[in-house]
């Protein structure tokens, strides 16, 4: 159930006998082959999928983050930290003031993990909330998943390659692992990523991919118990 299919008089009705809201935040940023958009495609999957058996609220998705190191990709758009940040605690903000108390935020991209901490702050200065962060592919339920299968995420590779995540043709053979050192800018990280995947295969079975799916939706719907 997502807020924009809504009225006010809709959200004002859920609010009688529910509290809670998954907030979706991203990025619009390289991913190799796949969408502008994989940081938000994914999160929102995965909050549309627990909605369907919760009933929880969905706000809309947040499609920017912090992406200062991919500005050399054309397509890529980046928000400061600070800017991620006030824009993430005005939509808390917002929604407590009209009685949401419960928030799971469905976290897309590892640039906005300063917003984590920043919401501890939120926290504080409103009580009566609680707010819950999850990032994914950082999750051990995911990671037991590529153990089994011997396999290891990286940015824009087969972990990220969903149906939905992917625009075109993938390539059939692995890129050699990307080795990074230090925080190059934009250019120098063009020019060490290539393409932008960060090396091993860029597509896998679609039965692990459902098995890493399945993974992150029931870490999601254990999370919204809170």
């Known amino acids: 159930m997502r807020l924009e299919d809504l009225n006010w008089m809709d959200v004002e009705e859920y609010l009688n006998h ?12 390289q991913h190799g082959y796949l969408s502008l958009l994989t940081d938000v495609r994914i999160p929102q999957s995965l909050a549309d999928g627990a909605s369907k058996q919760s009933g929880v ?12 190191y991919f500005l050399s990709y054309p397509g ?16 808390i903000r917002s929604a407590a003031g009209v009685g ?7 976290n897309g ?19 009566d909330i609680q707010i819950s962060w999850y990032s994914w592919w950082e999750s051990h339920s995911v990671e037991a998943v590529c153990m089994k299968h011997g396999l290891t995420m990286e940015h824009g590779g087969w972990g990220e390659a969903f149906s939905f995540t992917r625009v075109t043709d993938l390539p059939i053979y692995p890129k050699p692992s990307v080795k990074i050192k230090g925080m190059p800018n934009a250019t120098e990280s063009r020019q ?5 995947m960060l090396g091993g295969p860029y597509q896998v079975d679609d039965n692990i991919m459902a098995d890493v799916f399945q993974a992150a939706l029931d870490d999601v719907l254990h999370l919204l118990e809170f």
């Open 18 to 29: 529910d509290d809670r809201l998954m907030v979706i935040i991203g990025a619009c940023e």
């Open 57 to 68: 609220l969905i706000a809309p998705p947040l499609n920017f983050g912090v992406s200062p």
């Open 109 to 127: 991209h590892g640039g906005n993990n300063g917003a984590a901490a920043h919401l501890v702050h939120v926290a504080n200065t409103l009580p």
């Open 76 to 91: 890529t758009l980046s928000l400061r930290v600070e800017t991620l940040t006030r824009i993430v605690e005005d939509i």
């Open 100 to 106: 949401f108390r419960r928030f799971l935020i469905l």
């Open 192 to 196: 060490l990523c290539g393409d932008g």
